[in-house]
């Protein structure tokens, strides 16, 4: 069996719950079954061990920076440049929908969408925008996956149900 290799999408690899939730299953994988690679945005805290553990990191622009257009654009490309990654696991809650959609067009079989929050903090426009882009993770994810309950009523609405619950847990050894 060959190794399967997962692209993580997140902003970058920090010191967040999220980026923490990850590298604890990180860890503790067994990398001669999977691998995980991650397409961030910044350099990150973590960035040195994910390497160390035999990680790639891609860094790329935001769409906040480049615009929709060019971010998808430039998404596809590197998609289409990478066919290894049979799984994306995007941890962008709303902008997910964005990415499993050029995901899904670039031929990715496996498109899970990671609910990591319960309420958008933009202003109006913000908010406007981030509903279109979360109207699109329904129709592209394969996956639903949430932090608690109330994550995935927020983010999957009248899919919440089908979302797996994994709760942020803390490796607490490590304190």
């Known amino acids: ?67 929709q257009h060019l971010y998808c654009k430039q998404l596809l490309k590197f998609l289409k440049e990478h066919t290894e990654y049979k799984v994306i696991h995007s941890h962008l809650d709303q902008v997910s929908g964005i990415i499993l959609e050029v995901a899904k067009k670039a031929g990715v079989k496996e498109r899970i969408s990671h609910s990591h929050n319960t309420k958008n903090r933009n202003g109006i ?16 994810a394969t996956q639903y996956f949430a932090c608690g309950e109330d994550a995935a009523k927020w983010l999957f609405k009248e899919k919440a149900s089908q979302a797996t619950i994994i709760p942020n847990g803390i490796d607490l050894d490590r304190f």
Do not use: P
């Open 125 to 140: 426009l913000g908010r406007i925008y981030k509903k279109y882009l979360q109207s699109k993770i329904n129709k592209n």
């Open 1 to 67: 069996m060959s190794q399967m290799r997962i692209l993580h999408i997140i902003r970058q690899m920090n010191q967040g719950g999220a980026e923490n939730f990850i590298m604890n299953l990180y860890r503790n994988i067994d990398k001669n079954k999977v691998q995980f690679d991650f397409l961030v945005y910044k350099k990150g805290v973590f960035d040195d061990e994910i390497k160390q553990l035999g990680g790639n990191i891609f860094y790329s622009k935001y769409i906040t920076e480049i615009g």
